[in-house]
């Protein structure tokens, strides 16, 4: 099952790492990315969507969303 904040980024299967962290930055209101008291969420948010995106390719799931 796919994370659905992943899925909300929308990006394809064959996306890099680097797009799914910048999509992943693009995702958060800028208030939470400049809060540095969130920097371990922010953190923990980003290796769950390299997670939900690496668990994506190995699937072989090739729909966008």
Do not use: N
């Amino acid at each position: 099952m796919t994370d659905p904040t992943y899925r909300r980024l929308g990006l394809p299967s064959a996306a890099s790492r680097l797009a799914v962290v910048r999509a992943a930055v693009r995702a958060l209101h800028p208030d939470t990315r400049a809060v540095c008291g969130l920097r371990t969420a922010r953190k923990r948010f980003y290796r769950q969507m390299l997670c939900a995106h690496a668990e994506r390719r190995a699937a072989g799931d090739s729909l966008t969303g």
